[in-house]
């Protein structure tokens, strides 16, 4: 078992930051969090890390505005409700853009479990490119900042504490697993805060 261990640390050592980028794209905030535990265990460089977090969350914010831009409602109805956006969350969030879209988008980044709806609202309204960007960007930083912070210290903590109890790659999964719960259930209870 310690074998297969050291294998997995090896493999994502050597071919892990090809893998990195389209993870985070995909699932951005469990890939963010693993990565970092790893890198604190040596396997990345936490600041490659924290780049391709943001490159990664920025990459499919443009993904989302670009099919708003582009396809409008017609995204939202046929393949919005496989990905949890519906029109009526769109439609309630269109009104805000007017006025607060940079606002909106790195709010959303950082608080809230709507960040899909927002990107494909932002490109429906057709908010300017370089603005949202801009904001995605900043966003970005805090929230991949978060995430590789919380990730890196958890790593920290199976170094300091895997010499004293046999299951500490157990507990430290836990904890990683009840902060990604903790954080979607305050995301989703901010995003219906925000939409009310």
Not at 63 to 82: E, H, Q
Not at 119 to 136: E, Q
Not at 143 to 160: I, K, P, T
Not at 176 to 193: H, Q
Request: with cysteine; proline share 2%; glycine share 12%.
């Amino acid at each position: 078992m310690e074998l297969t261990g050291q294998q997995i640390f090896n493999f994502m050592s050597h071919y892990g930051y090809w893998v990195i980028l389209p993870l985070m794209v995909i699932e951005g905030p469990i890939s963010t969090l693993m990565a970092a535990v790893l890198a604190s265990l040596g396997a990345f460089n936490v600041w490659l890390v924290l780049i391709f977090s943001i490159l990664g969350d920025v990459i499919g914010d443009i993904l989302f505005y670009v099919a708003g831009y582009f396809w409008g409602m017609p995204f939202v109805n046929k393949i919005g409700k496989y990905i949890g956006i519906r029109e009526k969350t769109i439609r309630r969030m269109e009104r805000y853009f007017e006025n607060h879209g940079g606002k909106i988008i790195f709010t959303v980044k950082s608080t809230t479990g709507i960040c899909w709806a927002t990107f494909v609202a932002a490109g429906i309204v057709k908010m300017s490119f370089w603005r949202f960007l801009k904001y995605s960007i900043l966003g970005g930083i805090v929230w991949s900042g978060f995430l590789v912070a919380m990730g890196y210290f958890y790593g920290y903590m199976w170094r300091e504490i895997k010499q004293y109890i046999e299951w500490a790659g157990w507990l430290i999964m836990g904890l990683v697993l009840i902060s990604l719960i903790g954080m979607n259930i305050y995301k989703n209870y901010k995003s219906k805060e925000l939409l009310k």
